[in-house]
């Protein structure tokens, strides 16, 4: 099993900054991508950006050049910076692990909430 914890939602104005964390424990080996995804009510959960274990980066489309995803393998640590943020960027995010070949559980954590005001 691995628990995802994140933190650092909150609500900000259009043009600020938010950074939001997640934290990894328990079964860490079994894990290789991690990532964030977001959801608003009547949507599908998107991608928004992912990272391997090596330090690949992913991004979707609509948050290249404004967000930016680290990866603190000794902290067991994945963040989100976002810069320049829209009202559009509001919805819950989520942190996720994918797991390494060989195993077969994704995680998810809780979601934390951002918000961002016109």
């Known amino acids: 099993q691995v628990q995802l914890v994140e933190s650092g939602g909150g609500l900000v104005q259009a043009g600020g900054s938010l950074r939001l964390s997640c934290a990894a424990s328990?079964?860490?080996?079994?894990?290789?991508?991690m990532g964030w995804y977001r959801q608003v009510p009547g949507k599908q959960r998107e991608l928004v950006a992912t990272i391997t274990s090596g330090g690949s980066t992913n991004y979707a489309d609509s948050v290249k050049g404004r967000f930016t995803i680290s990866r603190d393998n000794a902290k067991n640590t994945v963040y989100l910076q976002m810069n320049s943020l829209k009202p559009e960027d509001t919805a819950v995010y989520y942190c996720?692990?994918?797991?390494?070949?060989?195993?077969?559980?994704?995680?998810w954590g809780q979601g934390t909430q951002v918000t961002v005001s016109a």
């Open positions: 996720n692990a994918k797991p390494r070949v060989g195993f077969r559980f994704e995680y």
């Open positions: 328990g079964s860490i080996f079994t894990i290789n991508a």
